[in-house]
């Protein structure tokens, strides 16, 4: 059974920077596609980046590309997310997810993902 638990969230200034970890158990990360979402107030949720299996590739959104960084530690068996110049667009319930694949869709497609963390939460003031 995989287990995601995301942390690192809270109140920063526009302009300030934040690192989020996940935390998976149950399984070895590497294996999956790990993603990062941002879920705002009213809005859906989105893809901001994801590590392909072993690390061999990393995508990031248009709106975060140049500002976030994701990273996998495997011997932590933990997801990162450094997000650098932070906006007021960039708040909301950040979760992690696990993919085992794409299916013909792209990585962005949140049904996707098969397991998710319970959030964390930032803001940006």
């Known amino acids: 059974h995989v287990q995601l638990v995301e942390s690192g969230g809270g109140s920063v200034q526009a302009g300030g920077s934040l690192k989020l970890s996940c935390v998976v158990s149950?399984?070895?990360?590497?294996?999956?596609?790990m993603a990062w979402f941002r879920q705002a107030p009213g809005k859906e949720r989105e893809a901001d980046a994801v590590?392909?299996?072993?690390?061999?590739?990393?995508l990031y959104g248009d709106s975060v590309n140049g500002r976030f960084t994701a990273s996998q530690d495997n011997a932590k068996n933990t997801l990162y997310l450094h997000m650098n110049s932070l906006k007021a667009d960039d708040a909301g319930m950040y979760y992690c997810?696990?993919?085992?694949?794409?299916?013909?869709?792209?990585?962005?497609?949140?049904?996707?993902?098969?397991?998710w963390g319970q959030g964390t939460q930032v803001t940006v003031s």
């Open positions: 997810a696990a993919s085992f694949g794409f299916a013909g869709t792209t990585w962005r497609d949140r049904r996707q993902y098969y397991y």
């Open positions: 590590i392909y299996p072993r690390s061999t590739r990393t």
């Open positions: 149950g399984d070895s990360a590497s294996r999956y596609h």
